[in-house]
C-alpha cells in the first residue's frame, strides 16, 4: 500500500503537473472567457475524467503497447497535433458568447467527450501519466495502488484546472468588448500552437 510520504510526494507532482500551463489549461482559460465558468463544466470534467482513466489503463498495463509498438507513440504525437491544431482554430474563431450563462449563443464549448478524448491524443498527458504509474506505484497491494493513485490524481487535477477557468471567467469582465475577446482568443490559439513544438520534437 502507498506510504505517507509516498501519498505526499505524489499530491505533489499531481498538483505540479495539473496546475502549471498546458494545451488543457490553455484551452480551458480561453473557454473560462469565451463561455463562462458553468458551461465550461463538461470540459472540465473531460480533461479529467479522459485522464482519470487514462492512468488507470496505464497503470493496469496499457502503457505496456508503447514498449512492443514503438511506432504508436509517433502515430498518438502527430494524430494529437492535428487534433490541437483543430482545437486551436476553433478557439481562435469562437465568437464572444451571451453575457448571460443563461442565453446561450451560437458557439459551443468543447464537450465532456471531445475533452476526455483530447487526453489520448495529448503526448504530454501521456508522459504526465506513465511518470506517475512508473515512479509512484509501489508492487504491493499494486491494483489497490493504481486505483488510489488514478483516483487522487483526478481529485488533484479537477480543483487545479477549475482555476484557469476560473481566471478565465473573472477575465471576461473586462473583456466586455468583443474586439477584445476575439483577440484574447486569437492569442490562446497561437498559445496553443506553440505546443506544437515540444510535441513534434525529438523525444
Known amino acids: 500500500m502507498l506510504s505517507t510520504d509516498l501519498l505526499l510526494a505524489f ?5 505540479i503537473t495539473s496546475i502549471t500551463p498546458g494545451p488543457n489549461n490553455t484551452m480551458l482559460l480561453a473557454s473560462g472567457v469565451t463561455f463562462g465558468f458553468r458551461r465550461s463544466l463538461p470540459h472540465m470534467l473531460g480533461v479529467t475524467g479522459g485522464f482519470f482513466l487514462m492512468v488507470l489503463l496505464i497503470g493496469l498495463g496499457f502503457g505496456a503497447l508503447f514498449k512492443a509498438f514503438p511506432g ?8 494529437g497535433a492535428v487534433y490541437l491544431v483543430y482545437l486551436a482554430w476553433r478557439i481562435a474563431r469562437s465568437a464572444p458568447a451571451a453575457r448571460d450563462e ?10 465532456f467527450f471531445g475533452a476526455a478524448a483530447f487526453q489520448w491524443v495529448n503526448p504530454k498527458a501521456w508522459t504526465m501519466a506513465v511518470a506517475a504509474v512508473s515512479t ?8 489497490t495502488s493504481v486505483l488510489v493513485i488514478s483516483v487522487l490524481y ?20 473586462w473583456l466586455a ?27
Not at 499530491?11 to 498538483?15: D, G
Not at 468583443?178 to 523525444?203: E, I
Open 154 to 173: 483526478a481529485a488533484i487535477n479537477l480543483p487545479c484546472i477549475s482555476l484557469w477557468v476560473g481566471c478565465g471567467s473573472l477575465i471576461r469582465r
Open 72 to 79: 504508436l507513440y509517433d502515430g498518438l504525437r502527430y494524430l
Open 136 to 143: 509512484y506505484m509501489p508492487q504491493q497491494s499494486y491494483l
Open 102 to 111: 443563461d442565453h446561450r449563443s451560437a458557439a459551443e464549448p468543447l464537450g
Open 177 to 203: 468588448d468583443p474586439a477584445w475577446q476575439r483577440g484574447f482568443n486569437r492569442t490562446m490559439a497561437v498559445l496553443l500552437l506553440a505546443s506544437l513544438y515540444p510535441m513534434l520534437g525529438p523525444v
Open 11 to 15: 499530491s505533489a507532482y499531481a498538483l
